[in-house]
């Protein structure tokens, strides 16, 4: 029997659902086509068009669509990141000396 690695949509990159699909109110992973993409979130109940005071301060809320870009936004900027750290945590490896290796092993 194969061993097949499950695809997590964490490690996938993120898309927004426009028309004709939605409204710009949330997010899918793996594929910009919400028939083939998976499901990560809706925004569409931030919808609330009001001025909220929380703790004396008031706070003016983002829309649905600017909280599900900024989520997408986000995520894909993280997968990046985690794209060049691993390219460098590469390079670094490749720059040990024999003894380092050892040093390491054995410590």
């Given at each position: 029997?194969m061993n097949?690695?499950?695809?997590?949509?964490?490690?996938?990159?993120?898309?927004?659902?426009?028309?004709?699909?939605?409204?710009?109110?949330?997010?899918?992973?793996?594929?910009?086509?919400?028939?083939?993409?998976?499901?990560?979130?809706?925004?569409?109940?931030?919808?609330?068009?009001?001025?909220?005071?929380i703790y004396?301060?008031?706070?003016?809320?983002?829309?649905?669509?600017?909280?599900?870009?900024?989520?997408?936004?986000?995520?894909?900027?993280?997968?990046?990141?985690?794209?060049?750290?691993?390219?460098?945590?590469?390079?670094?490896?490749?720059?040990?000396?024999?003894?380092?290796?050892?040093?390491?092993?054995?410590?």
């Open positions: 029997m097949k690695k499950k695809r997590s949509p964490l490690n996938e990159r993120w898309y927004i659902v426009g028309q004709p699909w939605g409204r710009g109110d949330f997010v899918i992973a793996g594929h910009n086509d919400p028939h083939t993409g998976i499901f990560v979130c809706d925004c569409q109940n931030w919808d609330l068009d009001v001025d909220i005071e004396g301060n008031k706070w003016d809320i983002a829309t649905p669509q600017e909280i599900a870009q900024r989520i997408a936004d986000d995520h894909d900027e993280v997968l990046g990141l985690r794209k060049r750290v691993a390219e460098l945590e590469n390079k670094l490896e490749a720059q040990k000396s024999v003894s380092q290796h050892i040093d390491e092993l054995y410590g």
